[in-house]
Each structure stands twice: as structure tokens, then as C-alpha cells.
């Protein structure tokens, strides 16, 4: 644009210096003309110098505001710490400064020299923007194409060192061609802080893990003892009876059958226990009402032992795609903290009640107690890591905030609480 400008303005002053020959040349022929025409010619040529000056200053006024206006997107340009490209699709324009600093460069000759475009140094890795995308696809096709996904690249710095830029364009029309300016910006320290990040949640699931595991380990052994008593008692009565040879067909089958019927709930347990704590990486179809079911195999008998009832009130049986051994454990958690507080709280006639229901869009699981509810000054703490009630009882103050993160992050769901009437209702919501 700007050079058109100076183009307009060089033809402006040429025209400006042939009206000044013709006057000069029609004063020096002027006693040869009429009068009414060296009037007319007079008008005309200075008509003509007016215009051709008008011209010149409103020309060099816009060459001006041009000049400053180019200057200072110049300087936003090069100022901006993301390295922009700009590109007609085939080739590189022009680059900023930030792009040449971090490539220790002087100018984009220089990095010509060596690249034919900036996608020959893009690295390899999944989910990052390569040079060639498809047979179809190169890099910026793919990004034109998709303009609402985030694109990430990786790229090697001066001193090999692999840094994450986030990728974005904008099309824009010059000098009668489709231009292409991208920009790249540097999220390194973001994308590792979110790795350490994502460590850390995976190590403080496995100590909310660990910690279920031995919970787990405790209710199995309760649950263990009356079966393992009947077994005791039945295979000595076998013994016994055989010693007084007292021991007829059918008794021995009746008792062998008790037996029986007493490994297969152990070996039952078992099979749930290991189950449970199973890590499945694919998502299963699972209703509320199967995931709690396989919850209360392992934990019911213990909680009904403190004389807690359990009331189940299913109102839907719809099956979504979720990871169910996730969720069992966030189950376990909740409904181990509502038996805790219950204990705690000393309360007569205690209940525990799992309620499910279907919404327009999502199912519902909620697990409430009559155990009093969460202060308030609390109840907007507890999610967060470490943030325990049960220091004094050997609380890690983790099992809420893992429950939130395996609920919101893994199975792209809600956990919420709320106090009513009677105690905490905590809601585990999930897409239908």
C-alpha cells in the first residue's frame, strides 16, 4: 500500500513540473495569443498547479499517516514475545523478532538459507501438528481447516532443548493475495507444569488407593469371620460325628454342602476385592444401580454390624459409558465417610440412603446420612487436597479430592454436596 502511494506521489510531481514547463513556455508565446484565450490558458494552468499541489500535500499527508501507522504495527510486530510467520501458503514473508531470537538469527534470509518453511522444524510426537498431516494435508491446510481445535507443535531451540508452542492464524487479504499470519506461542513451563501436575494427581490416587485398600482388607476380614466360623464348626461337627461314627450320608452332604456354599462367598469376596481395585483404561457400559450393588457385596455387612440401615431407593437403571471401577471406589469413600461420621456423631435410627434418578440429560446418584451435615464454614473446603475432618483419626484429607478428580477429570462428571434437613447429600452426576 505504501509503495503505491509513493508511486501516486512521484506522477503527481511530474505533473506538477510539466504544468510549470507549459506555463513557463505559455508566458514566452503569450503576446502571439488573443487575449480571452491567455485568460483561459492562464486559468486552466494554474486550475491545474492548484490541483496538482492539492494533490501532492494529500498524498504526502496519507504516505505520512501510513509511514506512522506501518511503524507502529511494525513495532506491536516485533514486540509481541510469541514469533509470528507470516505466509502466502508457499513461503515464508516476513517473520519477527521474537521468531528470529529464538532461532539466534539476523534475518529470515538467514533462515532461508537452510529451511524452506517453518514446518521443517516441527518434531514428531502424537497430537502435535506435523509438517505433513495427510496426503492431503500439510501443516496450515490442517490448520485452516480446523479452526476450532487447539494446535500444539514442538520445535528444538538453539540448545536442543524441545519447547511446546501453541499455534494459531489469521488470514488477512494484501496486494491482491490471500496472506496467512501465525502465531506461536511459547507454552513450555505451562505444559510441564501440567505434567507435574498430572503426576501428582496420579501419585495422591494411588495413597487414596493404598489407603481404600486397607479399609478394604479390614471389612473383608469382618465379613470373612462368620463364614470362616461356619466352616470351622461344620468341618469339626464332620469330625466329630466320624469319630462316634455317627456320621450318615446325609448329614455329611448337608454339611459338606454348608462348606461348600461358605468357600464360594469367600472366593466371591475375593473375586469383587480384586475387581475393584482394577485398572481399566476403557470405558464400560454400567448402571448406578450394578456399580453400587458391587460396592455393597464388599461393605454392606459391615456397615449394617454398627447398626447403620443402608436404604436403597433406585429409580433408574440406565446403563452409561463410564469407568465403574473408578467410580465403585468413589462410592466406597462416600459411603465409608457417612458410616464415619454416623460413629462419630453417636446418632440413633442412623441411615445411610443411596437414591438414583434419571434427569433430561444426565443420571443421578445421591448418597445421604442423617449424621447432622457439614458446617458451613467448611462445606467449600472439602474438596480440596488434604483438607481432612479426620486429622485426629488418621485422616489424609484425600479421598474427597480424588473422588472430585476421578468423577470431573476421568469420567467427565459432576461431584457435588449439599446439607438438607437430616445430614451432607453428596451427587454424583454423569452424562446420559
Given at each position: 500500500m505504501l509503495e503505491k502511494q509513493l508511486i501516486r506521489l512521484k506522477y503527481i510531481n511530474l505533473l506538477f513540473l510539466l504544468t510549470i514547463a507549459l506555463g513557463i513556455l505559455?508566458?514566452?508565446?503569450?503576446?502571439?495569443?488573443?487575449?480571452?484565450?491567455?485568460?483561459?490558458?492562464?486559468?486552466?494552468?494554474?486550475?491545474?498547479?492548484?490541483?496538482l499541489l492539492f494533490l501532492n500535500v494529500f498524498v504526502n499527508y496519507v504516505i505520512q499517516t501510513n509511514t506512522l501507522h506501518q511503524t507502529k504495527i511494525n513495532n506491536i510486530f516485533n514486540n509481541i514475545t510469541a514469533f509470528l510467520v507470516i505466509t502466502n501458503g508457499k513461503k515464508l514473508v516476513d517473520v519477527n523478532r521474537s521468531f528470529l531470537d529464538f532461532f539466534h538469527l539476523q534475518s529470515m534470509e538467514a533462515f532461508l538459507e537452510d529451511y524452506a518453511c517453518i514446518c521443517d522444524k516441527?518434531?514428531?510426537?502424537?497430537?502435535?501438528?506435523?509438517?505433513?498431516?495427510?496426503?492431503?494435508?500439510?501443516w496450515l491446510d490442517h490448520l485452516l481447516n480446523n479452526p476450532e481445535t487447539t494446535h500444539k507443535v514442538?520445535?528444538?531451540?538453539?540448545?536442543?532443548?524441545?519447547?511446546?508452542?501453541?499455534?494459531?492464524?489469521?488470514?488477512?487479504?494484501?496486494?491482491?493475495?490471500?496472506?496467512?499470519?501465525?502465531?506461536?506461542?511459547?507454552?513450555?513451563?505451562?505444559?510441564?507444569?501440567?505434567?507435574?501436575?498430572?503426576?501428582?494427581?496420579?501419585?495422591?490416587?494411588?495413597?487414596?488407593?493404598?489407603?481404600?485398600?486397607?479399609?478394604?482388607?479390614?471389612?473383608i476380614a469382618h465379613q470373612w469371620r462368620q463364614p470362616l466360623a461356619a466352616i470351622s464348626s461344620a468341618s469339626g461337627a464332620?469330625?466329630?460325628?466320624?469319630?462316634?461314627?455317627?456320621?450318615?450320608?446325609?448329614?455329611?452332604?448337608?454339611?459338606?454342602?454348608?462348606?461348600?456354599?461358605?468357600?464360594?462367598?469367600?472366593?466371591?469376596?475375593?473375586?469383587?476385592?480384586?475387581?475393584?481395585?482394577?485398572?481399566n483404561k476403557e470405558k464400560k457400559k454400567a448402571s448406578f444401580q450394578e456399580i453400587v450393588s458391587c460396592v455393597l457385596n464388599i461393605v454392606e455387612e459391615t456397615i449394617i454390624s454398627q447398626n447403620?440401615?443402608?436404604?436403597?431407593?433406585?429409580?433408574?437403571?440406565?446403563?452409561?459409558?463410564?469407568?465403574?471401577?473408578?467410580?465403585?471406589?468413589?462410592?466406597?469413600?462416600?459411603?465409608?465417610?457417612?458410616?464415619?461420621?454416623?460413629?462419630?456423631?453417636?446418632v440413633k435410627d442412623s441411615f445411610i440412603?443411596?437414591?438414583?434418578?434419571?434427569?433430561?440429560?444426565?443420571?443421578?446418584?445421591?448418597?445421604?446420612?442423617?449424621?447432622?451435615?457439614?458446617?458451613?464454614?467448611?462445606?467449600?473446603?472439602?474438596?480440596?487436597?488434604?483438607?481432612?475432618?479426620?486429622?485426629?483419626?488418621?485422616?489424609?484429607g484425600l479421598g474427597l479430592y480424588m473422588s472430585k478428580t476421578i468423577i470431573q477429570e476421568h469420567c467427565d462428571g459432576q461431584l457435588k454436596v449439599r446439607n438438607s434437613e437430616d445430614g451432607a447429600v453428596f451427587s454424583i452426576i454423569l452424562k446420559k
Open positions: 505559455f508566458f514566452e508565446f503569450r503576446s502571439e495569443l488573443k487575449g480571452e484565450m491567455t485568460i483561459s490558458i492562464t486559468l486552466v494552468l494554474f486550475s491545474l498547479m492548484l490541483l516441527f518434531l514428531a510426537g502424537e497430537g502435535y501438528l506435523q509438517k505433513k498431516v495427510s496426503e492431503e494435508e500439510n514442538k520445535m528444538l531451540d538453539i540448545n536442543d532443548i524441545v519447547n511446546i508452542f501453541q499455534v494459531n492464524f489469521q488470514e488477512y487479504y494484501q496486494d491482491n493475495e490471500i496472506k496467512y499470519i501465525v502465531s506461536f506461542e511459547n507454552i513450555t513451563a505451562l505444559e510441564n507444569e501440567l505434567s507435574s501436575s498430572r503426576k501428582k494427581d496420579k501419585q495422591l490416587l494411588e495413597q487414596s488407593r493404598f489407603a481404600q485398600m486397607g479399609e478394604m482388607i479390614s471389612m464332620i469330625t466329630l460325628k466320624a469319630k462316634r461314627d455317627r456320621l450318615d450320608k446325609e448329614l455329611a452332604i448337608e454339611l459338606s454342602g454348608k462348606i461348600s456354599n461358605y468357600s464360594q462367598h469367600l472366593s466371591s469376596t475375593i473375586n469383587d476385592f480384586r475387581e475393584f481395585f482394577k485398572t447403620i440401615t443402608i436404604i436403597k431407593d433406585f429409580h433408574t437403571d440406565l446403563e452409561v459409558e463410564t469407568f465403574p471401577n473408578e467410580i465403585k471406589q468413589v462410592i466406597l469413600n462416600l459411603l465409608k465417610n457417612a458410616e464415619d461420621v454416623l460413629l462419630e456423631n453417636s440412603k443411596i437414591y438414583t434418578y434419571v434427569s433430561e440429560e444426565h443420571v443421578h446418584l445421591e448418597i445421604s446420612d442423617n449424621g447432622g451435615g457439614i458446617p458451613k464454614e467448611i462445606i467449600g473446603n472439602i474438596f480440596d487436597p488434604y483438607f481432612s475432618t479426620k486429622m485426629q483419626k488418621d485422616g489424609t
